[in-house]
Structure formats: structure tokens, C-alpha cells
Antibody, heavy 123, light 108 residues
Framework: QVQLQESGPGLVKPSETLSLTCTVSGGSISSYYWSWIRQPPGKGLEWIGYIYYSGNTNYNPSLKSRVTISVDTSKNQFSLNLSSVTAADTAVYYC?????????????????WGQGTTVTVSS | DIQMTQSPSSLSASVGDRVTITCRASQTITSYLNWYQQKPGKAPKLLIYAASSLHSGVPSRFSGSGSGTDFTLTISSVQPEDLATYYCQQSYSISPYTFGQGTKLEIK
């Protein structure tokens, strides 16, 4: 079955760029939307954005000015760049697959998740 | 943004109890409502999509209902392994997708 694995630095300095990669194994990155979601320590989930395998993106407006999500279909990977980070960006970052389900209509949900990677912003 | 509000924020239940968690949207989302379970230290798992459709492999003691702005997640007979935080999420508007603040279920 499809598995996702996040990778990247666990420590990033303030004002620098956070860069993470999600590797998709056990299936193709094609024909799906792929999301990034984060969870600050002890808090809830925040959707960051998603990318289609073709490169189309959609970002959370609250982060849009700092976020770039890209895809590399040849490597079955997609990536997150978050610029100008502060301590408020410290979180567990998850990648996830958004699937389409049919039940009277088309519905969207994130059905496969990576294990998450902790990123701390600190000097 | 569509705001999602869950209640209660936490609850404690005994094994075998029936538990209900509520999620309210700030505007209608028809049936574009998902429920996730997050066990301590783990990634969230999809339980229910389209408000009431059980995701593959999810035990039948979990069920969802509702439409419009008000939704519920019910566990018919709580088991020890149900210790987790439960989140609702709307997929009606992609700008942005939003989650509830979570409901932490403790087992007595």
C-alpha cells in the first residue's frame, strides 16, 4: 500500500527557509493531490496547502506569501518550502494524500499520512 | 475561512460507554465533513468522510451523522484503543481546508 515519508532538517534558524520533502512509495504520485499539514506542539491541525501531480497548487491564505509546494514526479516526491520562519512555525509537519471518494457526490479527504517530522525554529 | 468548532474539548468515558462528539461549521458545508482520529504521538487517521461514510478498515462502532452546519461522531461502545484526539475537517472550501480544535477522549 502507499506510504509517505517526510524528510528534512529538524532545526531551522529564524528568518531562514524550512525545506521538507515527502517521498511516496508503494504507488504513483500521479492522479492525486498531495498536502502538507502541520501541528504546533500541543495544538491542533493546520492545512498548509496541496499540489496536484501536474503542478497545480492551492495554499492556505494565511501562509500563502511564504509557502511554495513543488512536485518531482520522476522521484515520486513533493516538497514544502516555508520562508522567513519564526518560532511560531515550530511544529510537526505531515504530508498526506488527498483522495476522492464517491458517496452521492465527490468528496475529498486525506486518507494516507506520513508519520510526521518535527521541525524546531530556534537560533 | 470556515470555522469549525468541536465540543466538548475533552471527555472521559468508561469502556463500553456510548460517546458523542459534536462539530459545528460557521456556514453550511452540506456533507463535506471528515473525521480523523489521532492517537498520542501518531499521525491522524481518516475515520469518516462525507459526514457519514465509514472509511475502509474502520471499526463499525464509529459512525457519523449530520449535514449543513451540525455534525456528530459517535462511538457506540468505547474500547481502550479509542484513546485519542478526534478532529473534524471541512472539505467544502479549499481556501483553506480547516479543522476543528480537537476533542480529547480519555478512558476511565
Amino acid at each position: 500500500q502507499v506510504q509517505l515519508q517526510e524528510s528534512g532538517p529538524g532545526l531551522v534558524k529564524p528568518s531562514e527557509t524550512l525545506s521538507l520533502t515527502c517521498t511516496v512509495s508503494g504507488g504513483s504520485i500521479s492522479s492525486y493531490y498531495w498536502s502538507w499539514i502541520r501541528q504546533p506542539p500541543g495544538k491542533g491541525l493546520e492545512w498548509i496547502g496541496y499540489i496536484y501531480y501536474s503542478g497545480n497548487t492551492n495554499y492556505n491564505p494565511s501562509l500563502k506569501s511564504r509557502v511554495t509546494i513543488s512536485v518531482d514526479t520522476s522521484k515520486n516526491q513533493f516538497s514544502l518550502n516555508l520562508s522567513s520562519v519564526t518560532a511560531a512555525d515550530t511544529a510537526v509537519y505531515y504530508c498526506a494524500r488527498r483522495s476522492i471518494f464517491t458517496a452521492y457526490s465527490y468528496y475529498y479527504a486525506m486518507d494516507v499520512w506520513g508519520q510526521g517530522t518535527t521541525v524546531t525554529v530556534s537560533s | 475561512d470556515i470555522q469549525m468548532t468541536q465540543s466538548p474539548s475533552s471527555l472521559s468515558a468508561s469502556v463500553g460507554d456510548r460517546v458523542t462528539i459534536t462539530c459545528r461549521a460557521s456556514q453550511t458545508i452540506t456533507s463535506y465533513l471528515n473525521w480523523y482520529q489521532q492517537k498520542p504521538g501518531k499521525a491522524p487517521k481518516l475515520l469518516i468522510y462525507a459526514a457519514s461514510s465509514l472509511h475502509s478498515g474502520v471499526p463499525s462502532r464509529f459512525s457519523g451523522s449530520g449535514s449543513g452546519t451540525d455534525f456528530t461522531l459517535t462511538i457506540s461502545s468505547v474500547q481502550p484503543e479509542d484513546l485519542a484526539t478526534y478532529y473534524c475537517q471541512q472539505s467544502y472550501s479549499i481556501s483553506p481546508y480547516t479543522f476543528g480544535q480537537g476533542t480529547k477522549l480519555e478512558i476511565k
